[in-house]
């Protein structure tokens, strides 16, 4: 097992579910809060599973991967934009399925959702590949895994975190044993050129 490769075939389950979402005949209301609440325990057991056992190991080896400024700002990000998935969570739980503002909810999860994965697997994924190796991504797997299936049954409450808190309190002290195996392992981060970065044109074309 991989943990890059686990998050983004998650991803990939993501896109086809919300799909699901907008195929389904609009009338199946009780369908459509079934497929909505195995879609809403997915995204919710990914993020905190991320946020438990991905995150703090990319924070101690990433050094920021494509456009992003460095490790500490993609890892913010992610968080914020999983505040941002939970607000629509949320929205969603407090609509009834298939009424317009349960669809909107919907359309609201799929878009933070669907910017998130792309970042996500743009930044934090390939620079897990670059730095991480092979062993601790599968270790980590074990971990993410584990920790979902304990979880998928019931799924669990959305709970924000704190972008800024999470990454100093993450990023400075390794806590886990992952990270002190990984730092025993690892002779050094391989840095990239600066040249790797998005042009500035293309930065401020957004
Ligand atoms: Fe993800
Ligand atoms: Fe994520």
Not at 22 to 43: F, Q, S, V
Not at 164 to 184: D, I, N, Q
């Amino acid at each position: 097992m991989d943990i890059t490769e686990i998050i983004a075939h998650q991803h990939a389950e993501q896109r086809r579910m919300f799909a699901m979402l907008e195929e389904w005949p609009r009338t199946d209301h009780e369908g459509l809060a079934a497929l909505w609440r195995r879609l809403e325990i997915l995204l919710e057991t990914h993020a905190e599973a991320e946020e438990k056992y991905f995150y703090p190991e990319l924070l101690k080896l990433g050094t920021g991967g494509a456009d992003a400024e460095s490790v500490d700002e993609e890892v913010e990000d992610a968080i914020k934009d999983h505040n941002e998935i939970r607000k629509a969570i949320r929205k969603v739980r407090r609509c009834r399925a298939g009424s317009a503002a349960w669809w909107t909810g919907i359309t609201d999860a799929n878009v933070y959702n669907s910017n998130h994965m792309g970042e996500e697997e743009r930044q934090d994924l390939a620079d897990f590949r670059q730095q991480a190796t092979l062993e601790l991504r599968h270790e980590i797997a074990v971990a993410f895994i584990r920790y979902e299936s304990t979880k998928a049954a019931t799924g669990i409450a959305p709970k924000d975190k704190d972008p800024e808190g999470y990454v100093t309190s993450r990023g400075r002290a390794p806590s886990s044993g992952l990270a002190k195996r990984a730092a025993t392992r690892k002779a050094g981060p391989v840095r990239r050129a600066a040249s790797k970065k998005a042009s500035a044109e293309a930065a401020s074309s957004d």
